[in-house]
């Protein structure tokens, strides 16, 4: 797979794999063996990016998948770009589904995540420290420069945030370079596309995650999709209700007809849709299967110009689409 490069130097692949649907918000938790043979195959195919993060677990095994990717990929540690994230805890207490968030960027626990995962990772550096969400509690200057400290010492390499929004941007920048920010982005999500500038002007990378709408832009979900309300996110997001299929019928239209233009699928051709716009954006799709690994993978490869790109964002800005999960606007 052809590689990107995300602020000042670090390489990855144009598409990155997202860890979290092995143990978290997409039903049961993978079979350990079954993670291990995904990841080794994602290798093979040209996958060199991995994200995970400290909480992407479940109640009874919170940290599982820092562990299973930290044992996956222990064979190509040196080959693999590896990203983690700290300052947030599940909620798991409350019952709730989707489980609630609690943010916690204070240093002293900025700290011990960072060793706690060092040490579930199997490692001793983490390629891309992400904070995971802004804690309002903590300034962006403090948070940056607990980052510079954990740089200097070597625990990290290169340092981003998730969920971010300019002024925090701009702030912890200033403090400490950011390598990415990770936020939601994909067609059906496109409010971070005010921040695309500021991201061109500070040299700063773009993570999309959920790049798929999670998992609807792919077309394979239609009407009548049951989820376990109790493992599985998507029972609560609204974009996979009857009403929202139908909603987002011409969406499914344009995501058709382009797959079929592009001898791509609407996986790819929704993923191309961003490869396209920037070099410096990077979809991280999340599969536990291998063959759909395999396909989203193959998002590198399709090409649309700067026009086939604008075509399709002046379709999406007119579209009318249901709601999406996470389609909040920035604050
Ligand atoms: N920073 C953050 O706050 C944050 C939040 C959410 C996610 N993330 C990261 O972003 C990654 C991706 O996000 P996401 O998993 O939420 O959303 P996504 O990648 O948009 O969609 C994932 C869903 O789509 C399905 N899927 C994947 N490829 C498919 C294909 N080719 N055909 C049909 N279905 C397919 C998967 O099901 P199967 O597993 O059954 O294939 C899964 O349910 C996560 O793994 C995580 O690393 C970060």
Redesign the pocket.
């Known amino acids: 797979m052809e590689t990107r490069i995300l602020g000042k130097d670090l390489t990855v692949s144009a598409v990155g794999?997202?860890?979290?649907?092995f143990s978290h918000?997409?039903?049961a938790p993978t079979d350990e063996k079954e993670v291990i043979r995904l990841l080794h195959r994602a290798f093979d195919v040209g996958y060199t990016f991995f994200?995970?993060?400290e909480v992407?677990g479940t109640p009874e095994a919170p940290h599982i998948n820092e562990e299973l990717v930290g044992k996956a990929l222990a064979s190509m540690r040196e080959k693999v770009v590896i990203a983690t994230?700290f300052g947030l805890r599940f909620d798991f207490e409350s019952r709730k589904v989707p489980v609630p968030l609690i943010p916690d960027s204070r240093p002293e626990t900025i700290r011990k995540s960072v060793e706690g995962s060092l040490k579930r990772l199997n490692t001793d550096h983490i390629d891309l420290y992400?904070q995971?969400?802004i804690d309002p509690q903590v300034a962006p200057e403090e948070v940056a420069g607990v980052m510079a400290d954990l740089l200097r010492e070597g625990k990290i390499t290169h340092w981003g945030i998730?969920?971010a929004n300019e002024e925090y941007l701009r702030r912890a920048n200033a403090v400490c370079p950011v390598t990415a920010v990770?936020?939601?982005y994909?067609m059906m999500a496109r409010h971070y596309e005010s921040l695309l500038p500021i991201l061109e002007e500070l040299g700063v990378g773009f993570v999309a995650?959920?790049?798929?709408?999670?998992?609807?832009?792919?077309g394979?979900?239609g009407k009548g999709q049951h989820f376990d309300p109790q493992t599985d996110y998507?029972a609560a997001m609204p974009q996979f209700t009857d009403e929202a299929v139908e909603q987002n019928a011409a969406l499914l239209k344009l995501l058709h007809e382009m797959a079929a233009e592009k001898n791509a699928?609407p996986?790819q051709s929704s993923m191309a849709w961003m490869l396209c716009k920037k070099p410096w954006i990077v979809?991280?799709?999340?599969?536990?299967?291998k063959?759909?690994?395999e396909?989203?993978a193959g998002a590198a490869r399709v090409r649309l110009s700067a026009r086939e790109v604008q075509t399709l964002d002046d379709a999406l800005e007119k579209m009318e689409m249901s709601c999406v999960f996470?389609g909040t606007p920035v604050s």
């Open positions: 794999l997202g860890c979290m649907g918000a997409y039903g994200d995970t993060a992407y994230k992400f995971h969400r998730s969920e990770q936020n939601r994909s995650f959920s790049p798929m709408a999670n998992g609807f832009l792919t394979k979900y998507r699928t996986a979809p991280i799709p999340g599969t536990r299967k063959e759909r690994m396909e989203n996470g």
